[in-house]
């Protein structure tokens, strides 16, 4: 396939480096109102971890669990959650997310939905993958104006896991657990490292392992745009009819 993101959507991308980040036998948790996780996590199942118990909030097909249960969250307060899916509004260079308020706290000039678990689920989970559907520095900030959930911890503070890693449409960024902080891991199809770094709120390393994205396969796109798709419409049909191609 050509290397060009015209071909498919950002969306799209984004299932498709999520699904490469899923390792078979795992125990994977999507939240509600994520479906780009969502996707990415079928699509690795079709393809690449067939053996996954793939957990999805809002699913009838993917929640083994009576409706509207907080087993979810009582699976990774036991240790026993490997990889979970979170995003926020404001991500800061030292890995802490805002889902809270924007501005101050006490007068903001905009309040969120707020956690939910997400401060739990961001220390139990084993590995945390992070997502933004946008790249701006009014996403990737020096500090954020609340701190939702932390991606340091004290060092008498027990964690299971923590963040391992951002995906957005132009980028993959890693977390460096020793500096306590984000690296430039790939460029997508379509970016490129200046742009990347332009759009990022705080000074941004290369990781050692810094590489090019390979852009999604014919086989990737085709399992995502008929199998998952079809799973995806009866989840969340609005995004598999607008953002996955036919």
Request: hydrophobic share 40%; net charge negative; glycine share 8%.
């Amino acid at each position: 396939m050509a290397d060009t993101s015209r071909e498919y959507t950002p969306e799209e991308l984004m299932a498709v480096v999520i699904s490469r980040e899923v390792r078979d036998f795992e125990t994977v948790g999507v939240g509600a109102t994520s479906p780009i996780p969502a996707s990415g996590c079928i699509l690795a199942e079709q393809l690449l971890a067939p053996h996954i118990d793939l957990i999805i909030l809002g699913s009838a097909e993917y929640y083994p669990f009576p409706a509207g249960g907080s087993e979810l969250h009582f699976l990774a307060q036991r240790g026993d959650l490997d990889l979970f899916f979170l995003s926020g509004i404001q991500i800061d260079r030292r890995g802490n997310i805002n889902l809270h308020v924007i501005g101050d706290y006490e007068s903001p000039q905009m309040r969120l939905p707020g956690a939910y678990g997400s401060a739990m689920l961001y220390y139990m989970a084993h590995r945390v993958v992070l997502f933004r559907t946008e790249h701006t520095r009014r996403t990737f900030v020096e500090k954020v104006d609340f701190v939702t959930a932390p991606g340091i911890t004290p060092a008498k503070v027990y964690r299971e896991g923590g963040p391992t890693k951002v995906v957005t449409p132009k980028a993959t960024l890693a977390w460096e657990r020793e500096k306590g902080e984000w690296l430039l891991e790939a460029v997508h199809p379509g970016s490129s490292v200046e742009e990347v770094k332009d759009n990022t709120g705080f000074d941004l390393q290369m990781a050692q392992s810094f590489h090019s994205t390979p852009p999604p396969t014919e086989k990737e796109l085709a399992t995502l745009r008929t199998a998952v798709r079809e799973k995806l419409k009866r989840i969340y049909p609005e995004f598999a009819e607008k953002k996955i191609r036919t």
